[in-house]
């Protein structure tokens, strides 16, 4: 029988970020709570039976926010799906991030989800992380001895694994609008409320029509958000004609494997890996 009842737990609601953190690294066995739409469904299956939960909804620091200063936009840990789906500051300079929100699932969802909680539960089929991973995001952190600023190339490790450190958090984004080029996110699902089981974001700086640079994320390529480094490094210099963009294409899953479950087997998977690639560039060429 599937149990849909979580196991007894303790509950802490803090108001600083100082709080939350000094609870997560002395409480044993806890976890933080943002939106809950990935903890709380784990736990009421009991693939999850943390004996702390750390509530991150009081916290004032990390509050929903998005701001544009000195070139660059932040985005705060707490902020929903739907607030940056309906943000016209990530439509005008970052509007890969912006689609990947609204194809989150279903509005009650993005109503909860919080882009913090999205990044830290380490899903590569999650739509966030490869968006953010095409526009070379800073991740902001806070732990119990410093705060950090990482690149996403370097946060994830695993499948369901980050860099955080014990009783660290999340607690925003930077996105450098220098960074911001010609930008598109596609993904293929069954349904438009069930996970991906492909994505791919691309971020591709055109000058007179040529390459200059370009950053190609997949999603559920791997146990983590990849990066396309063999097509990115072709695409330099070049036009995005028909020839660049099949070769880009196939060049971007190579070496990729996949994995294989009840939705699609690792070879198709890849084939689709291919066709959003394709059909991002397409769509960023303006063609």
């Not at 709080?19 to 990935?38: F, P, R």
Request: aromatic fraction near 6%; charge should be positive; include cysteine.
């Amino acid at each position: 029988m599937i149990v849909l009842r979580p196991r007894a737990f303790y509950f802490y609601a803090p108001k600083t970020l100082e709080e939350a953190v000094n609870l997560l690294y002395t409480k044993e066995d806890s976890k933080a709570l943002a939106g809950g739409q990935s903890l709380i469904p784990m736990m009421k299956l009991r693939i999850l039976n943390p004996k702390n939960i750390v509530s991150l909804s009081k916290v004032a620091e990390i509050q929903p926010k998005i701001t544009k200063k000195d070139g660059e936009v932040y985005v705060s840990a707490l902020t929903t799906h739907d607030q940056i789906s309906r943000s016209d500051i990530l439509l005008s300079y970052f509007p890969a991030l912006n689609v990947a929100a609204k194809e989150i699932a279903d509005q009650q969802i993005r109503n909860r989800g919080t882009i913090g909680g999205n990044v830290s539960h380490g899903d590569p089929s999650a739509n966030l992380p490869i968006a953010l991973l095409a526009l070379d995001a800073k991740i902001h952190t806070k732990g119990p001895k410093l705060s950090r600023t990482l690149s996403i190339d370097e946060f994830y490790k695993d499948l369901f694994l980050t860099a955080l450190e014990p009783g660290e958090l999340v607690t925003g984004f930077s996105l450098s609008v220098q960074k911001a080029g010609k930008q598109a996110f596609m993904k293929v699902t069954k349904t438009a409320t069930t996970w991906p089981i492909v994505s791919v974001a691309v971020n591709v700086f055109l000058k007179e029509g040529v390459v200059e640079s370009a950053r190609i994320a997949l999603g559920v390529a791997g146990p983590t958000p990849l990066r396309a480094k063999k097509a990115e490094e072709y695409l330099k210099g070049k036009t995005l004609d028909d020839e660049t963009i099949l070769k880009a294409s196939q060049l971007s899953i190579e070496g990729v494997r996949p994995p294989e479950d009840v939705n699609a087997s690792s070879d198709y998977r890849k084939h689709l890996l291919s066709v959003l690639v394709k059909r991002c560039l397409k769509q960023v060429s303006g063609r």
